[in-house]
């Protein structure tokens, strides 16, 4: 079954270190891969993708995110975390075959940066 | 572009009233989502259209819940009879699904609260 893990409900991090939040995927075929962002009382923002090429993918706000195939993962990275950075993050894949629309969600992180 | 607009942004509502959710997609879109969102069940999708025809209903909770698409710019989610455990906030989300762009941007959100 294609599934998305975020195997860690909650990060805590301080200000100024890096941050990485997790995720596992398990889909047939080549995957696209997503991050978003959810602030509190507000929508899912999107942050950054993965479709192909260079396994390291650059987005918004400072974040980036490595594709790993071997390892089935799409860990989201930022060198020095904010204390703004704290939010509940969600990674998703899109589900195959063909042209589907749908994205499998992860049941999302929240992060924490302490000041 | 003003994203992707919901209204209302907050319904509170009696359980057995009817509730009419909305929802504009970013013009130029052709996938459009319906998502429920709570903490205990987390980022649901409810059911999903491509070109205004329903794709994917099989996340639509039961028979009192139903969806339209009637042009391009407008959907709709609504829910009849309501019950209390449908309080949760609603998402809609629209993709334009070419050229490899699958990330969906979703719209604010309504919280509904059925008393």
């Known amino acids: 079954a294609q599934s998305v893990a975020q195997p860690e409900d909650q990060v805590n991090v301080a200000e100024g270190n890096p941050l990485t939040v997790k995720c596992t995927y398990s889909v047939s075929g080549n995957p696209y891969l997503f991050w978003y962002v959810q602030y509190p009382n507000r929508g899912l923002q999107f942050l950054l993708k993965?479709?192909?090429?260079d396994n390291l993918v650059k987005g918004s706000y400072g974040f980036e995110a490595e594709f790993n195939k071997s390892q089935t993962s799409f860990h989201l990275k930022k060198p020095s975390a904010l204390v703004s950075d704290s939010a509940l993050y969600f990674c998703a894949v899109r589900e195959t075959p063909g042209n589907n629309r749908k994205l499998i969600w992860g049941l999302g992180t929240s992060l924490a940066v302490n000041p | 572009d003003a994203g992707v607009i919901q209204s209302p942004r907050h319904e509170v509502t009696e359980m057995g009233q009817e509730v009419t959710l909305r929802c504009k997609p970013i013009?130029?879109?052709?996938?459009l989502f319906w998502y429920r969102q709570t903490m205990m069940r987390g980022l649901e999708l409810l059911i999903y259209?491509?070109?205004?025809?329903?794709?994917?209903d099989s996340g639509m909770p039961e028979d009192r819940f139903s969806a339209k698409m009637p042009n391009a710019s407008f959907s709709t989610l609504k829910i009849q009879p309501s019950e209390p455990r449908d309080s949760a906030v609603y998402f809609c989300?629209?993709?334009?699904?070419?050229?490899?762009?699958?990330?969906?941007?979703f719209g604010p959100g309504t919280r509904l609260t059925v008393t």
């Open positions: 259209f491509n070109n205004n025809v329903p794709i994917d």
């Open positions: 989300a629209s993709s334009t699904g070419t050229g490899g762009s699958y990330e969906q941007y």
């Open positions: 993965y479709i192909t090429g």
């Open positions: 013009s130029g879109h052709n996938s």
